[in-house]
């Protein structure tokens, strides 16, 4: 059975299959990248906050593990953005995806270089603001997503973007198998973008105590934190999201809240700890059941994605 599948996502990036391993901070680093490219869909690294130099480092890194596409998740809000998107244009990346702002005052630059530009948006509102900026296409992200979430849901937010712009829409957002890219494709999307369940990858750095949470995790064990200070973000829930929301019950300033959260998601993720660390995942948590490298992975989305769809010869 022949499981790749033509959109216009695939075109645009070059790639077998639709779909993107989300660019997550400390998580989303070159031995993950190359391995999601290399096994036909297309991989991340996560920016973040990371010095530039560390960046640019870990391109060339993942250069040396794949020849396919990959690309780098800029986080515009980072004081080290500037820079950031400067070494994607000099190390010849071809694909960028944004967060955490408007990569207007990049466009150019980028546009120049050839180098696709994919924006994360959580509204219609950003979709057709990003496409009037001259974005190739916008992953429509719901609030099942983990991390830093918006208010809708991936199911309401999907098919209203479609029907707002007309360059290609990537579904993010509790989707985790080859159900939620069948589900996806019906909204309207060209692909997919996920990223917890590439947490527990074969290939992903992350710590193993972090992994195990993940894959013991129920439907009913990610929370939000943050909703009062307008920074929600999904995790699974412990020792640090039930203290964060106890103090964020009494009213707690935004200070004292981010000081509970400073460099916790780098506890959870490098060093393990999952008790008082930001253990990031989205609602598909629960249906994450086991570490498998991303090959495998992409192998069975694909293959229950075109049993759905009526794909299969």
């Known amino acids: 059975m022949d499981l790749g599948m033509r959109t216009r996502l695939t075109e645009l990036l070059g790639i077998q299959y639709p779909i993107i391993q989300g660019g997550m901070a400390w998580v989303a680093e070159y031995h993950l990248a190359a391995a999601v490219s290399n096994a036909g869909g297309i991989g991340l690294i996560g920016a973040a906050s990371a010095p530039p130099e560390v960046v640019r480092e870990q391109v060339r890194k993942c250069k040396e593990l794949t020849d396919k596409p990959f690309g780098v998740n800029v986080m515009l809000l980072n004081p080290n953005a500037e820079e950031v998107a400067k070494i994607v244009v000099e190390e010849g990346v071809p694909v960028v995806t944004t967060g955490a702002g408007n990569p207007g005052k990049f466009m150019a630059l ?15 509102a950003m979709a057709k603001m990003m496409e009037r900026a001259g974005a190739d296409a916008v992953v429509a992200e719901g609030m099942e997503s983990g991390g830093h979430i918006g208010s809708i849901t991936t199911m309401a937010l999907v098919p209203q973007v479609v029907d707002a712009v007309s360059i290609p829409v990537v579904a993010a957002g509790g989707i985790g198998d080859g ?13 997919v973008q996920m990223g917890t369940r ?16 993940l894959i013991k995790a129920s439907d009913i064990d990610s ?38 959260t400073l460099g916790s998601l780098r506890n959870a993720v490098i060093d393990g700890d999952v008790v008082n660390g930001t253990v990031m995942a989205g609602q598909i948590a629960g249906m994450v059941k086991q570490e498998q490298s991303c090959s495998e992975m992409i192998q069975e989305i694909m293959e229950q994605a075109k049993r759905l769809l009526g794909g299969a010869k």
Do not use: C, Q
């Open 223 to 260: 929370e939000v934190t943050g909703m009062s200070t307008g920074h929600p973000v999904r995790s699974l829930r412990n020792k640090m999201t039930k203290e964060y929301l106890r103090l964020e019950k009494e009213g707690a300033d935004f200070m004292e809240l981010e000081k509970l």
């Open 110 to 124: 980028w546009k120049e270089a050839g180098v696709k530009v994919i924006p994360v948006v959580a509204s219609v």
């Open 198 to 213: 590439f947490v527990a990858a074969k290939e992903s750095i992350v710590h193993p105590n972090y992994k195990e949470r």
């Open 179 to 191: 159900r939620g890219l069948a589900a996806a494709m019906m909204l309207g999307a060209e692909g």
